[in-house]
């Protein structure tokens, strides 16, 4: 009998030990099961939710840190999110990564750009300043989703103008120019379809502006890094060339163009848009001079007149450097007559007369020194 019990309560203990070992197995197995799921989907990106801590032992101090964990990860998201909006997300994700020296600066060879709204201060003037923030505002949405589709990141806003730039690794090799030059040409799209609207979004059924962006591009080594003082920073570039494209942004008054950019850069992007030489210039504040072009489009894109005008106003630009200056003048009145709007065969047709009757010397290489801004 003793025996007897003696098997009987072992086989209860033995089955009551077997029951608790799989509920606690089971309850193991359930929360790493939650444990595994949630890191999968905060791997994956996708929607994951705090965990419920169910009990006082491992498991539990495991799932109160992946929930520590998990909330951290939701505050940088929203850091990000929020300061994606006054700096280029990229830079942000650049930044909280805390990688390396924040303070290290690289020189880097990059497609700066710069824009500008035509006659803006005439425009504000007769708009309220709730239709010229709206307007501001359309034009900046417009352009910064363009430029950050395009692989650039926008540097700042200055008043009604732009800057930003194209540098690796974000534009691969020599990239950065033709992702730069493709991405004026789609901003003059965008503005043209914004121009449609233009009148809903100011508020104006009478006199409603011309609304009109003209573009500076320019290609060269600069400084790129965190400059600033410790309480404030910005993540920017610094350069001569950086001087030069908003240079290049304000010729375009002078030559009645929309996209100015510089030899450098146009050495770089020959094969994808078609350009136009302007001239050879000294901008203020250099010594050096600079071949512009303007940027007529993309290739294979371009209608024939226009490169028709192109090769013609190029005859008339060497014979106008080699001082033949009847040749010049016929050319450049011939692409008149092809385009009578065309301001830069205006402009150099008109300087003739007046270098016909300058002393130059015979070495001169046709280099105009630019006086304004």
């Known amino acids: 009998t003793l025996r007897l019990y003696t098997i009987v309560l072992f086989g209860v203990a033995a089955l009551g030990g077997l029951v608790m070992s799989a509920l606690l197995t089971t309850r193991l197995v359930r929360g790493l099961r939650w444990l595994l799921d949630s890191t999968r989907a905060v791997e994956a990106g996708t929607q994951a939710t705090v965990l419920p801590v169910l009990s006082r032992d491992e498991i539990g101090e495991l799932t109160r840190a992946f929930n520590r964990m998990f909330e951290e990860l939701q505050a940088k998201e929203h850091i990000k999110e929020t300061f994606g909006k006054y700096v280029d997300p990229r830079i942000v994700t650049h930044l909280l990564a805390g990688t390396g020296n924040e303070e290290a600066a690289e020189r880097r060879v990059v497609t700066v750009f710069f824009s500008d709204i035509q006659t803006f201060t005439a425009i504000s003037e007769q708009l309220t300043a709730q239709a010229m923030v709206n307007l501001l505002?359309?034009?900046?949405?417009?352009?910064?989703?363009?430029?950050?589709?395009?692989?650039?990141?926008?540097?700042?806003?200055?008043?009604?103008?732009?800057?930003?730039?194209?540098?690796?690794?974000?534009?691969?090799?020599?990239?950065?120019?033709?992702?730069?030059?493709?991405?004026?040409?789609?901003?003059?799209?965008?503005?043209?379809?914004?121009?449609?609207?233009?009148?809903?979004?100011?508020?104006?059924?009478?006199?409603?502006?011309?609304?009109?962006?003209?573009?500076?591009?320019?290609?060269?080594?600069?400084?790129?890094?965190?400059?600033?003082?410790?309480?404030?920073?910005?993540?920017?570039?610094?350069?001569?060339?950086?001087?030069?494209?908003?240079?290049?942004?304000?010729i375009n008054k002078l030559f009645g163009t929309s996209i100015i950019i510089a030899e450098d850069t146009q050495r770089l992007v020959q094969a994808v848009v078609e350009t136009r030489e302007l001239d050879c210039v000294t901008v203020v504040g250099k010594t050096e001079p600079v071949r512009i072009y303007e940027v007529l489009g993309k290739v294979g894109e371009v209608d024939p007149a226009t490169l028709t005008l192109r090769d013609h106003f190029a005859a008339g630009l060497a014979h106008y450097r080699a001082m033949e200056w009847e040749s010049a003048d016929e050319l450049f009145t011939d692409c008149l007559r092809q385009a009578p709007e065309d301001k830069p065969s205006h402009l150099l047709r008109e300087r003739i007369p007046t270098l016909r009757t300058s002393a130059l010397s015979p070495d001169w290489n046709g280099v105009w020194h630019l006086t304004e801004k």
């Open 137 to 250: 505002n359309h034009y900046f949405t417009a352009v910064a989703t363009v430029i950050r589709a395009h692989r650039g990141i926008v540097d700042k806003y200055i008043g009604d103008g732009v800057m930003a730039f194209w540098a690796p690794p974000f534009s691969p090799s020599d990239a950065h120019a033709a992702d730069a030059c493709l991405t004026a040409l789609a901003q003059q799209n965008a503005i043209a379809e914004m121009r449609q609207d233009l009148s809903n979004i100011i508020g104006l059924r009478r006199n409603v502006p011309e609304f009109r962006v003209r573009m500076g591009l320019a290609t060269g080594e600069v400084v790129l890094g965190t400059v600033g003082s410790p309480a404030v920073k910005s993540y920017t570039i610094i350069g001569d060339v950086v001087n030069l494209a908003s240079r290049l942004e304000g």
